[in-house]
């Protein structure tokens, strides 16, 4: 079946690189995507790597993909207390042009 | 920049009242989306539509309806409301109707937070 999974908590300190990491089990995924939702918001669109590439970088924000492994990941670089939030991994399964599968989300805390 | 708008933030009902949550967005969007997010649930898809006056059933869509009677505007509707609907329910939008796969990322609005006494 689908499904997304993500360590519940990171804490980095300010100025550090924070690495978020998230697998999946639909091999057959198009596009994969972060998400990002600060407290009492709705989901702001981070970033999205289509399943052909290997990695995507967007300023401080780099998306790694490995498929053989099922496994995606976000960098974020010189991390600051703005970062605090909670980050979502998402998939889109093959069969499937408009369902977005969710992974539970990682908090990040960024400590001054 | 796409924007989806939601257009209460927070509200508080009565068990057993109909409940509108109403969803407006800019950007000639073909799907629109409901989801209900929850503490240790994430985000579940209650209802999609690919097109005007068309709609889909998601993971969750009882007790719920949804009107979508111009492109841009997604209604979800609680029949009756009951206190397990208490929740913070997310409509999202993207680019491309039911059969495309050239996938488009989805677009979150603000969310309503929904308190039902």
């Known amino acids: 079946g689908e499904d997304v999974e993500q360590s519940l908590f990171l804490s980095v300190r300010e100025g550090d690189s924070s690495v978020i990491n998230c697998t999946y089990t639909d091999s057959s995924s198009t596009y994969l995507y972060w998400y990002k939702q600060e407290p009492g918001a709705g989901l702001q669109l981070l970033t999205y790597?289509?399943?052909?590439?290997d990695m995507k970088q967007d300023q401080r924000l780099t998306v790694l993909l490995n498929k053989k492994d099922k496994h995606l990941s976000l960098r974020i670089a010189d991390t600051q207390t703005g970062d605090s939030a909670i980050y979502f991994c998402?998939?889109?399964?093959?069969?499937?042009?408009?369902?977005?599968?969710f992974g539970s989300g990682t908090r990040l805390l960024v400590r001054p | 920049d796409v924007k989806v708008t939601q257009s209460s933030r927070y509200l508080v009902k009565r068990t057993g009242e109909k409940v509108f949550l109403e969803c407006v967005q800019d950007?000639?969007?073909?799907?629109m989306f409901w989801y209900r997010q929850d503490p240790g649930l994430g985000l579940r898809l209650i209802y999609f539509?690919?097109?005007?006056?068309?709609?889909e059933k998601g993971d969750i869509p009882e007790g719920y309806s949804v009107s979508r009677e111009k492109k841009e505007r997604f209604s979800l509707i609680l029949e009756s409301a009951s206190t397990n609907q208490t929740s913070m329910y997310l409509c999202?939008?993207?680019?491309?109707?039911?059969?495309?796969?050239?996938?488009?990322?989805?677009?979150f609005g603000d969310g309503t937070r929904l308190s039902i006494l």
């Open positions: 539509s690919y097109d005007v006056k068309m709609k």
């Open positions: 998402a998939e889109t399964p093959m069969d499937s042009s408009y369902k977005l599968i």
């Open positions: 950007m000639d969007h073909e799907n």
């Open positions: 999202a939008s993207s680019f491309g109707g039911r059969d495309t796969y050239s996938n488009q990322p989805q677009h």
């Open positions: 790597i289509f399943s052909n590439m």
